[in-house]
């Protein structure tokens, strides 16, 4: 088993910056993926950002330039830079863990940006 346990939320204003954090623990060696997603008021949940195991990231469009996906591996915590932020961010924010064939969710964070 696998536990996620994120940080970082909050509330900020418009062309504000946070940075989330999120720490695994349990049954851990490695993994295939960690990244973010969020879902915010009546929307599905969207993928973020996120980083392989080989350090390849990918991000949504909507955040490419304005946000940064890194790894710490001795920490098992992946962190999300948010910079620039815009009202359209607000969402709640959740971290996943995948190790195949086990995919993991965080608790979620809730992340409010105000115009």
């Known amino acids: 088993q696998v536990q996620l346990v994120e940080s970082g939320g909050g509330l900020v204003q418009a062309g504000g910056s946070l940075r989330l954090s999120c720490t695994a623990s349990g049954s851990i060696w490695g993994f295939d993926a960690m990244g973010w997603y969020r879902q915010g008021p009546g929307k599905l949940r969207e993928l973020v950002a996120r980083?392989?195991?080989?350090?390849?990231?990918n991000y949504a469009d909507s955040v490419k330039g304005r946000f940064t996906i890194s790894v710490d591996n001795y920490k098992n915590t992946v962190y999300l830079q948010m910079d620039s932020l815009k009202p359209e961010d607000t969402a709640v924010y959740y971290c996943?863990?995948?190790?195949?064939?086990?995919?993991?969710w965080g608790q979620g964070t809730q992340v409010t940006v105000s115009s």
């Open positions: 980083i392989t195991g080989g350090g390849s990231t």
């Open positions: 996943n863990y995948e190790r195949f064939p086990g995919k993991y």
